[in-house]
């Protein structure tokens, strides 16, 4: 019983990509406005609040990496930005984390598969606690000997070493991460940890916590990251820290 | 004719030593026995001059004492070249050499004014005359010569080794220096690799040699430049075509729902994979501004297995001798994500990965059972646009970029990829790192 609708910002100068996607997205129960580039956004943005800005990277004028940052620099900021890239690769993807974005979406895209993304961005900034809820530029979290950069995905030993994580582990990982000391039990951690790729093939999360445990070298008898409780779910029992060193 | 030919030796090197040394020792040994033979015929004017003057002396002083005393005073006229011999001396044949007439004549001037005198030659070495006289008593004396140069001095054999051996090291140093720019030219040639940045040439030195690393670094910008701008054009193209097939995209997604619309969708993907592969490829070839960074390859091999498992594929991992590596892991990823979807598209669908270590050497294989790949057509499989007869099917949309991507990058961060055909059947892609 959801009365609120959700009001959607689109800024890209190709006018028939805009006028498509808005389509669609109204269609499908979205509020849209649209703006050519970056001036337009500001002007709506001045007056107006929206519930999420999808942002093209190639605009005239300001790119959409400088409007990303500036919206996160100003009373936008804790409005979640989807942005369009052209490029598939990590670079991109990491430079757009980087500046703020919440996620991003190659060019050429599908309709659909913007309206999934829009919808687990809301999502998921919705669900956050407050505290975790804004996605800093270069965001590092750091617990016991490790730290994990939120931007590219991965743990960073005490000796430097990136250690790689699934997007499931990874997930999984944030859940507990921006939930410590929180008991969750496995249907939350189920729900929380469906990020974008909602729709793919679900791991058991008791798998997915053994796997975890070997990444953060925790020893399944005596963790001291992730404890099991018996018959409620599990907890992260390490208190975590945000910092802000990568550079 | 002798089927053995003389051959010249290989190398630039050996022979220009070669013609150098045989040049240098033949023009040395010439100026040895020209300065060899002056000295021998300034030695014989001399030797020559002295004997007659000295023959002529001791003859008369011999002939003037009294025969007795004659023998105490041999050693006082004796010389090096020739003694006297109070008798009759040997007997001899009257041929002689040049040399023997030469001597024989002086003789005969110095002495045979004043007494009756025979020049002959003793055979033997054929050096050795006997002049016979008679004094002025009547006894016999005999002018034994043995004309012999004053020997070579010892030193001499010395110096001649010592020089040859100088002669050998300047030529050989010489020879060095002269091949030297040549053999880096072609090392630098051979290493020429217009997807990564390598040193040019050094242009100092020699006139000839700069001109030649010049006009060799000025060839090596020109290739460069044009895979530059091969690359650019590709990733142009590539880049220009987004914002159209976005937009075909989103008009088909928008359209009723229809055969038409189902195939246009699909061939929308086609087209899309395309650009997003030759961007891929352009860029893989331009070298990525990415850092290396040092990461735990067990970890990074296993989390790249989980994603596929996740979504529902069959990717599996064998031995994972991980460790850490220092490397740029979007590439490894990308070269490793290439190889996983070749092995699931073309494999059979199912792909395994193994990680161990030869000695410094990690290798990453990336394994199928699928029907691998004709041995002749391993290596061409690895260029861009390169498929397999058959292979070229709407169903798999395989591009034919996936396996060069994977081969230009796995070459930009320092390794290599090279498929081979797995006992049993099925493809392995081995990626040697480090």
């Not at chain 1, 895209?109 to 900034?125: G, H, P, Y």
């Not at chain 1, 790689?164 to 929180?182: I, K, M, N, T, W």
């Not at chain 2, 190398?11 to 100026?31: D, N, P, Q, Y």
């Amino acid at each position: 019983m959801e009365s609120h609708v959700d009001h959607v910002l689109i800024v890209d100068d190709d006018r028939e990509i805009r006028e498509l996607v808005s389509t669609y997205l109204t269609k499908n129960g979205l509020r849209v406005t649209m703006a050519p580039d970056g001036r337009h956004m500001r002007q709506f943005l001045d007056a107006n609040t929206v519930d999420l800005i999808v942002l093209d990277v190639m605009l005239p004028g300001d790119d959409g990496l400088v409007l990303c940052r500036e919206l996160r620099a100003g009373k936008h900021k804790s409005t979640p930005v989807l942005m369009l890239t052209a490029r598939d690769d990590e670079t991109d993807r990491i430079i757009g984390l980087e500046m703020g974005a919440d996620d991003y979406l190659t060019k050429p895209f599908a309709a659909r598969e913007l309206l999934a993304r829009i919808k687990a961005v809301l999502r998921r900034t919705r669900m956050l606690p407050p505290n975790l809820q804004i996605t800093e530029a270069g965001q590092m979290l750091a617990f016991g000997d490790w730290q994990l950069d939120t931007t590219a995905r991965h743990l960073i030993d005490n000796e430097g070493t990136i250690v790689a994580l699934s997007g499931a582990e990874y997930r999984l990982l944030r859940v507990f991460v921006d939930h410590p000391q929180r008991v969750l039990n496995r249907d939350q951690l189920l729900n929380l940890t469906q990020g974008r790729e909602a729709d793919m093939f679900e791991r058991s999360v008791d798998l997915l916590v053994s796997r975890l445990r070997q990444r953060l070298k925790d020893d399944a008898r005596e963790p001291a990251y992730i404890k099991t409780v018996r018959s409620e779910g599990y907890v992260f029992s390490m208190p975590v820290e945000i910092t802000e060193a990568r550079q | 004719m002798s089927t053995r030919r003389w051959r010249w030796p290989h190398t630039m090197g050996s022979r220009l030593f070669l013609i150098l040394l045989a040049g240098m020792i033949v023009a040395h040994l010439m100026s040895f026995a020209v300065l060899f033979s002056e000295r021998y015929m300034s030695a014989r004017q001399v030797m020559l001059g002295t004997l007659e003057t000295d023959v002529a002396t001791s003859v008369a002083i011999l002939d003037r004492i009294p025969a007795a005393e004659r023998p105490q005073w041999l050693p006082r006229v004796n010389r090096g070249n020739y003694q006297y011999i109070l008798g009759p001396g040997s007997p001899g044949v009257p041929e002689m050499t040049q040399r023997g007439r030469d001597i024989a004549e002086r003789i005969m001037e110095a002495t045979g004014t004043h007494y009756p005198v025979t020049v002959q030659s003793i055979p033997g070495d054929g050096k050795q005359l006997q002049a016979h006289l008679t004094l002025s008593d009547g006894s016999p004396l005999t002018i034994d010569v043995h004309p012999r140069m004053t020997p070579i001095a010892e030193w001499l054999p010395y110096v001649l080794v010592l020089q040859l051996l100088l002669l050998i090291l300047c030529c050989w140093f010489a020879v060095r220096l002269s091949i030297r720019p040549l053999v880096a030219l072609a090392d630098a040639a051979d290493a020429l690799n217009p997807n990564t940045r390598s040193q040019p040439l050094d242009e100092h030195g020699p006139t000839e040699l700069a001109q030649a690393a010049r006009a060799f670094n000025a060839m090596r910008d020109r290739i460069a430049h044009f895979v530059e701008e091969r690359v650019q054009i590709l990733a142009a193209i590539s880049h220009d075509l987004q914002t159209p097939i976005t937009r075909m995209k989103l008009r088909a997604e928008m359209a009723e729902d229809s055969e038409e619309k189902r195939k246009l969708v699909s061939d929308l993907a086609e087209i899309q994979t395309l650009v997003r592969e030759g961007l891929a490829y352009a860029r893989s070839t331009g070298g990525d501004s990415e850092e290396a960074s040092r990461i735990d390859l067990g970890s990074f091999v296993e989390s790249l297995v989980y994603d596929y498992q996740d979504t529902g594929k069959d990717v599996t991992i064998g031995e994972n001798a991980g460790g850490a590596i220092v490397t740029r892991r979007n590439a490894l990823r990308r070269v490793l994500t290439n190889l996983i979807d070749n092995a699931i598209k073309y494999g059979g669908g199912a792909a395994e990965v193994g990680v161990r270590r030869e000695r410094d050497t990690v290798v990453i294989s990336i394994m199928d059972r699928g029907p691998g790949i004709p041995e002749d057509k391993l290596e061409a499989v690895l260029q861009p646009f390169v498929r397999l007869e058959g292979s070229r099917n709407r169903e798999t949309g395989g591009t034919g970029l996936g396996l060069a991507i994977a081969h230009q990058l796995a070459a930009a961060i320092g390794g290599s990829l090279t498929l081979r055909n797995r006992e049993g059947g099925g493809l392995a892609a081995d990626i040697r790192l480090g």
